[in-house]
């Protein structure tokens, strides 16, 4: 089953807005991790935040992390056409083991 | 390094029917992992290898689903009987056991339509 929910559900911007999506799950982590889907492919890892960290940086992406409130958010700046795909966060109760992934959100952005 | 590489990229057969998908993972990768994915939905966990043990297996992992690893490289996921329920895109992941925590990399998967 479904770890938590994600939202929105979809999202439509314009190049060069940013974006940001919530994860919410349900269990205490070990860690939480978002990776991205573009249309019927693989998914793609993007950035791990371990439980006793509150924010994380990589390139244009921002993940920030509150595990009491059992949630963490995406953020993209500065965003392009290319990053148009489906995300996902999932969370992995121990340091290594099954993932447990949200519903994603799906991001849509227009030249 | 070729990444995880799933064959066949597609599948379409008749309900009732066996099907066999494999995956081969990155090399050196100790870990390999089997997911579904529906539509619209992220993926669901059915099992995971640790060089050849089957560490865990997902209740959605009827008993017309086995999974192996022989010698800790390749997997294949079988299916018998298939059903319609089953259509989904079937996805692999690999990754190594490190003090990084597990990133793990995934196939392009097969999709299975059971017609």
């Known amino acids: 089953s479904q770890q938590g929910e994600e939202d929105p559900q979809a999202l439509s911007i314009q190049e060069g807005e940013n974006a940001t999506m919530n994860c919410s799950y349900k269990?205490?982590?070990?860690?939480l991790q978002w990776y991205r889907q573009n249309s019927g492919r693989g998914l793609v890892h993007l950035i791990l935040i371990r439980s006793n960290e509150r924010e994380k940086h990589s390139g244009r992406l921002r993940v920030t992390l509150d595990t009491s409130k059992k949630s963490s958010s995406l953020l993209i700046t500065a965003s392009r056409a290319a990053d148009t795909a489906s995300y996902f966060c999932a969370t992995l109760v121990t340091s290594y083991g099954k993932l447990t992934f949200g519903q994603g959100t799906i991001l849509t952005v227009h030249p | 390094d070729t990444g995880v590489s799933q064959n066949p990229r597609h599948k379409i057969t008749k309900r009732g029917q066996n099907v066999t998908f494999r995956c081969d993972p990155i090399s050196e990768h100790n870990r390999l992992y089997w997911y579904r994915q529906t539509l619209g939905q992220g993926p669901e966990f059915l099992t995971y290898?640790?060089?050849?043990?089957?560490?865990?297996k997902s209740r959605l992992l009827s008993d017309r689903f086995s999974a192996e690893r022989p010698k800790g490289s390749f997997s294949t996921l079988e299916i018998q009987r298939t059903e319609q329920g089953d259509s989904a895109m079937y996805l692999c992941?690999?990754?190594?056991?490190?003090?990084?925590?597990?990133?793990?990399?995934f196939g392009a998967g097969t999709r299975l339509s059971v017609l």
């Open positions: 269990t205490s982590i070990n860690n």
């Open positions: 992941a690999s990754s190594l056991v490190s003090g990084v925590g597990d990133i793990q990399y």
């Open positions: 290898f640790q060089n050849e043990a089957q560490l865990e």
